[in-house]
């Protein structure tokens, strides 16, 4: 085996998050109950292993609906015959020049795109107009030196630069692309064959120098991991392992080391089923980790089955508890207020885990994004999630829809709460807040951060993060404005932001709720170094049912030493000019006002231009920052707003 980089993990998982402190649970669901030796009692062979029908079995692949099948044959025919683009190294070395990783990000995912488009037409058409064309693109990404990208080569011993051969590494998108061509290898390995029999040989041969070997290398490694890597990689390795490897007694011993890893991140998850990275992550997290379990159930014929599990339920159940209307989710941290969840992957889940507000929310994301008439276009990505959509389209187009405005949601462990003036619409004022660690995965600095949404739309809102950089995951994260606390709905305190790391937490955090209002507490002192000279920070948050929503921030000081202020940021116009009074207009013309004491705070609005890829979409060309500055000099004091619609 060539030289394997020993700080692997510790430096990868750096690149995604910033820290996962939950602690551990040894809960070992999967090892607990299914020791190595008892696999090859329980799993399928290679030989016997057919999750889904193979090239050849026409009747069963026609059962998918014409009109789709027509689509991807389209869609492959506007790659066939055309040239492929190439990887230069100098294109590769963006990451390390200049930060930027989506130059070679755009032609390595293109490619991938490419190669699933073409194979899918081949598979639904079945003429062998495709086959050379896939031949070419199989051929090429077996050459690429490093499956991953630049972003994350930085695990090897030599850090970010070229990808060093003799120090292999699997990340994110190397476990992708080997569960790409393992899926390709089993739907259609005889008519390869047919092409040369090399290429399924090829295909073994690249899979197991660069993810079976590594994996079983760097197995402590795999064993730390806590947070979306784990679930998202896993899967991927997995459908490789029991897609390619026809060595039996090798395939269970790898498959268990996965399965040890996988406890890992089960037993680092917090009893609420919350995620910390946020819904835009729950896909990679509890979505993975259903990839997994689903492959594991698969092929075991039902007996490796944790569906049962409390935890299981609650982490797919997140998705949907974490709705606010349309496409907006809560998206504290790195996550985006725009959400896409895959309407079939939460119709699946919600279905194994008996859960119809679930299975009912994926069968209403599915009619809101045409899924029954017009599946997605093959991602760059493995197939992990399209094979089993293409045959529960007929399922999903039939099944009953349901919005789940559920009522109010508590994470006690992640310390995050929504509540909703009615439990049955999106109708008038929406909350959501959080207390937590300023160490969380993918963390902003933004305890006791919280957004409001009325009637679907939001009002006051978290921005998200931007377009990822050199930058994002590095010791200067929190030089991104995004990332700041005074970018968020929070105090800047004599002058002092919130600080970053796990001492910087939330205390005496209470969440109560009525019939009339639903109030969230916590202490906010710790959430900031000594020099901001704070005894007590406490922050609550009410929502007077179908009425408003009340802060209320009560505080006592060690000094007055610097300038203290209210940030509230908006995707909404601002006016400031009335005292007391800050009116929000929407493009829509919808209007709200903040009511403050005018004896207590001086307002103004600062615009905040976005010209972001990432965040236009969501917001558009502009933002804006509210700052109230507090005018007086009192230690003790405190001071209440107020958010109204205006009919």
Not at 166 to 185: K, R, V
Not at 229 to 254: F, G, M, Q, T, Y
Not at 421 to 440: C, D, P, T, W
Request: glycine fraction near 6%; include cysteine.
């Amino acid at each position: 085996m060539k030289r394997i980089s020993l700080i692997f993990f510790a430096v990868l998982f750096a690149l995604t998050s910033v820290s996962n402190c939950n602690a551990q649970v040894k809960r070992n669901f999967l090892c607990g109950k299914n020791g190595n030796a008892e696999l090859k009692n329980i799993l399928k062979e290679h030989a016997t292993f057919h999750p889904f029908p193979k090239i050849n079995e026409r009747d069963e692949w026609l059962k998918v609906p014409e009109n789709i099948r027509n689509e991807y044959i389209h869609n492959g025919e506007k790659y066939l015959n055309k040239p492929w683009e190439t990887l230069p190294a100098s294109v590769f070395l963006d990451y390390k020049r200049n930060g930027n990783r989506s130059r070679y990000e755009d032609i390595c995912f293109k490619r991938r795109q490419k190669l699933m488009s073409l194979v899918f037409a081949e598979i639904f058409e079945n003429k062998g107009r495709f086959l050379d064309d896939i031949a070419n693109g199989i051929w090429l990404v077996c050459e690429e030196t490093f499956w991953g990208i630049p972003a994350h080569v930085g695990a090897q011993t030599k850090g970010t630069d070229l990808p060093d051969v003799t120090d292999p590494i699997i990340d994110l998108f190397s476990a992708e692309t080997a569960a790409m061509l393992a899926y390709i290898d089993y739907l259609m390995e005889d008519k390869l064959k047919e092409v040369s029999p090399l290429i399924p040989e090829r295909i073994y041969y690249e899979e197991n120098r660069r993810i079976f070997s590594v994996y079983k290398e760097k197995s402590a490694w795999w064993k730390t991991g806590t947070n979306n890597w784990n679930p998202w990689i896993n899967s991927n390795v997995l459908a490789s392992l029991l897609l390619l490897e026809k060595d039996n007694a090798r395939r269970n011993d790898l498959i268990f080391l996965t399965m040890q890893s996988v406890d890992v991140f089960i037993n680092s998850y917090p009893e609420d089923g919350g995620c910390d990275e946020g819904p835009n992550y729950w896909s990679r997290a509890a979505g993975s980790l259903f990839d997994y379990l689903e492959l594991l159930y698969t092929a075991s014929d039902g007996k490796i089955n944790l569906y049962n599990e409390p935890l299981i339920k609650k982490m797919g159940q997140f998705i949907y508890k974490t709705w606010i209307g349309g496409n907006y989710f809560i998206n504290f941290a790195d996550a985006s207020a725009l959400s896409y969840p895959d309407p079939i992957l939460v119709f699946r889940f919600g279905n194994r885990i008996n859960d119809p507000l679930m299975s009912g929310f994926g069968a209403w994301l599915a009619a809101r994004a045409s899924t029954g008439v017009k599946i997605a276009i093959p991602d760059f990505g493995s197939p992990i999630s399209i094979l089993p959509n293409l045959f529960l389209i007929d399922k999903i187009v039939n099944a009953k829809q349901v919005e789940p405005y559920t009522a109010e949601t508590w994470l006690p462990d992640l310390q995050v709460m929504a509540a909703r003036s009615f439990s049955n619409s999106e109708k008038e004022f929406y909350i959501a807040a959080k207390g937590g660690h300023n160490a969380e995965s993918h963390n902003h600095n933004d305890v006791g951060n919280f957004i409001v949404y009325c009637n679907g739309k939001p009002v006051l809102i978290d921005v998200g993060v931007e377009t990822y950089t050199a930058k994002t995951f590095s010791s200067k994260r929190y030089e991104i404005w995004t990332m700041q606390s005074q970018y968020h709905n929070l105090p800047t305190i004599n002058g002092i932001q919130q600080k970053d790391g796990r001492n910087f937490h939330a205390e005496n955090v209470k969440f109560l709720s009525s019939k009339d209002k639903t109030d969230f507490s916590l202490e906010l002192a710790k959430c900031y170094p000594d020099e901001a000279g704070i005894n007590s920070w406490f922050r609550n948050i009410e929502l007077i049912k179908g009425k408003k929503v009340i802060l209320t921030d009560k505080y006592d000081l060690k000094e007055r030493k610097g300038t203290t202020t209210l940030n509230l940021m908006t995707c909404l116009t601002a006016d400031c000019s009335l005292p007391g009074k800050i009116i929000l207009i929407g493009t829509d013309s919808s209007k709200y006002e903040i009511v403050y004491d005018k004896n207590k705070f001086t307002a103004a609005a600062e615009n905040i231009t976005i010209d972001d890829a990432r965040l236009m979409p969501v917001w558009g060309k502009k933002l804006t920052r509210i700052v109230l500055t507090i005018t007086d000099s009192k230690l003790k004091d405190s001071y209440k707003i107020e958010v109204g619609e205006i009919n």
